[in-house]
Structure formats: structure tokens, C-alpha cells
């Protein structure tokens, strides 16, 4: 008996030692008490705010304003947006969302791909279109980005060329159905 109540005894100390050690009094770690707070430094210059720049947008009117005959050279289809590009540290995008009519194909064409170029030029992503369906009209969605553009005025257009051959009568936004070029100066 003496040795159960002994027993007992130690199990309980045990117990309790437990109990008390990992109670929930503080935030200290396993290296005992935490220390004193420092005193604060001296808070240094406030400064100059960031930029507060948004992206601006530029649309274009009503794209169905002829039509075109391209061979498999690029040819400019469509008017010209003209836009200026405000800062030096932004870049383009551009974006082309139009039903478009492919134009009926000749000479041994099979299709037609259209792409955005800013001031004649192609952008970094090479993103084109196309209609592979001679006289058919189909929605296209073409997108591209243009970096390292000087601040100032310039021009995006529309460029399309076939395979091989021609494609006469290419209309962009046929039916007036609001098909754009939209422009956006972002960061």
C-alpha cells in the first residue's frame, strides 16, 4: 500500500508539474521570459509620394470604313487610331475585337491572318489572327504589346495578308456590329 500511495504521490507532482509548465500565462518561448521593449528610434524623412498613375485608354470609331484587297504581302486594312503615349516608363497594349470578312480568296490562297502593328511596326508577341474560309465573316481577337515606345503621338492599324494569292473585299467590323482597336498605356 505504501508503495501505491507513493506512487500516487509522484504521479500527481508529475501531473501538476506538467499542468503548470504548459499553461497559457504569456508569450514566452522556451527560453524563459521575454525582455524589455527597446526604446524607439528616431522615425526617419517622410518621403516623396509614389506615383498615383492609372492606365489610359484609347478606342477607336467605327472600324468598317472600306474594303480591302491584300495579297500575301501586309497590307494596312482599316483606319488608323491615333494615340499619345503620356509616359516614359509605360508600355502598350493593344487590343483588336472585331467580326471580320475574309474576302473572297484567289490564286491559290487558303486564309488570311490580320495583326496589329504600332507605327508600321509588330509587336513583341506576334499574336495574329486569321480566317482560313474564303467569304466568310468571323469574330477575331488579337492582342499585342509594344515596348520601349517614345513619348508622343502615334498610329496602330490593322495589317493582313494572305497565305499565298489574294483575297478581294475584307471588311473589318462588317455590319457595324461595334467591333474596336482598343489602346492601352499601362505600367
Request: net charge negative.
Given at each position: 500500500m505504501k508503495t501505491t500511495l507513493r506512487f500516487l504521490t509522484y504521479?500527481?507532482?508529475?501531473?501538476?508539474?506538467?499542468?503548470?509548465?504548459?499553461?497559457?500565462?504569456?508569450?514566452?518561448?522556451m527560453d524563459g521570459a521575454d525582455g524589455v521593449q527597446g526604446e524607439q528610434g528616431i522615425p526617419g524623412e517622410q518621403g516623396e509620394p509614389g506615383p498615383t498613375r492609372s492606365s489610359i485608354y484609347t478606342e477607336s470609331g467605327s472600324l468598317n470604313n472600306s474594303s480591302?484587297?491584300?495579297?500575301?504581302?501586309?497590307?494596312?486594312?482599316g483606319p488608323v487610331l491615333n494615340f499619345t503615349k503620356t509616359y516614359d516608363d509605360s508600355y502598350i497594349e493593344v487590343f483588336l475585337n472585331s467580326n471580320i470578312a475574309s474576302g473572297t480568296f484567289a490564286g491559290g490562297a487558303s486564309g488570311i491572318s490580320f495583326e496589329i502593328r504600332l507605327d508600321g511596326n509588330l509587336g513583341s508577341l506576334l499574336n495574329n489572327g486569321a480566317i482560313g474560309i474564303s467569304n466568310a465573316e468571323e469574330?477575331?481577337?488579337?492582342?499585342?504589346v509594344f515596348e520601349n515606345v517614345d513619348i508622343g503621338d502615334h498610329t496602330v492599324q490593322i495589317y493582313a495578308r494572305t497565305n499565298t494569292g489574294t483575297s478581294s473585299g475584307i471588311v473589318l467590323d462588317p455590319g457595324g456590329w461595334n467591333g474596336k482597336i482598343i489602346v492601352k498605356e499601362t505600367f
Open positions: 504521479f500527481m507532482m508529475a501531473f501538476a508539474i506538467v499542468v503548470t509548465s504548459t499553461s497559457c500565462e504569456g508569450e514566452d518561448g480591302y484587297d491584300v495579297t500575301s504581302t501586309a497590307t494596312p486594312v469574330f477575331i481577337s488579337v492582342f499585342d
